[in-house]
């Protein structure tokens, strides 16, 4: 009877075991998926920073490349200005992985080609640089930059062209203030916050009143009575 009391004992003993390894696992899985929550935002932060500095070098490059009239030949220096096309510049980053591109929100459109991005969106503001002694004029970034995606060097292309833009004109800002103190003004205006159409009513009511049985005389149909009675 004694080993069969000895297995019982080991049974129980047993089962409060795998009861404590179970807790155990559990444990180790909720911390597992705490470290690799936590390991994601980390890779989720580097990618973004790497992103940035992924336009950071993008806009250096294009900032070396745009070059004014003077430094350029006759041919070149007329896409500068007027109706010229513009003059291309070429940015080109290594080792870009595609956990950065998805951080810098780039995409590929239906044929596989990536699509273009609106400059003023991706850098801003829209890369500039100024003229020195020319009253503010600058050399400014197109509206539209493209991308060009490398997958066996991991390698990123970035095209765009820049023109000579003057300096832009601030608006005046006495005619802004009388545009805005004007459009307060119909703002306040009770005779246009109600309609004209509601004030037809009231009018109609008036002629109610003359279809009295008995209208009441003018006084100066009154007074010819009374010089007639004379």
């Not at 990123?156 to 832009?168: F, G, Q, R």
């Amino acid at each position: 009877m004694a080993p069969k009391k000895r297995d019982a004992d080991f049974d129980e003993m047993t089962v409060a075991d795998l009861r404590a390894q179970r807790e155990r696992i559990s444990q180790l899985e909720k911390e597992l998926a705490n470290k690799d929550e936590e390991l994601e935002k980390l890779q989720s932060f580097a990618h973004s920073s790497n992103a940035e500095g992924v336009k950071s070098a993008i806009e250096k490059q294009f900032y070396a490349q745009m070059l004014s009239e003077k430094e350029l030949s006759e041919k070149e220096g007329s896409l500068l200005r007027g109706q010229g096309e513009g003059r291309e510049v070429v940015a080109i980053i290594p080792n870009v992985t595609q956990e950065v591109l998805s951080a810098l929100s780039l995409e590929y459109d239906e044929a596989g080609n990536m699509k273009q991005k609106i400059t003023e969106k991706f850098f801003a503001p829209r890369p500039a640089k100024t003229l020195p002694n020319s009253g503010g004029a600058c050399l400014l970034l197109s509206w539209r930059i493209s991308f060009k995606y490398v997958k066996t060097r991991s390698e990123l292309k970035v095209t765009a062209t820049y023109k000579w833009s003057p300096k832009p004109k601030p608006k005046p800002p006495a005619k802004r203030a009388r545009t805005e103190e004007a459009a307060g003004a119909r703002m306040e205006s009770p005779a246009e916050e109600e309609p004209q159409g509601e004030e037809a009513p009231e009018t109609a009511e008036e002629p109610a009143m003359a279809r009295s049985p008995t209208p009441s005389r003018s006084p100066a149909r009154e007074a010819v009575v009374s010089e007639d009675v004379e």
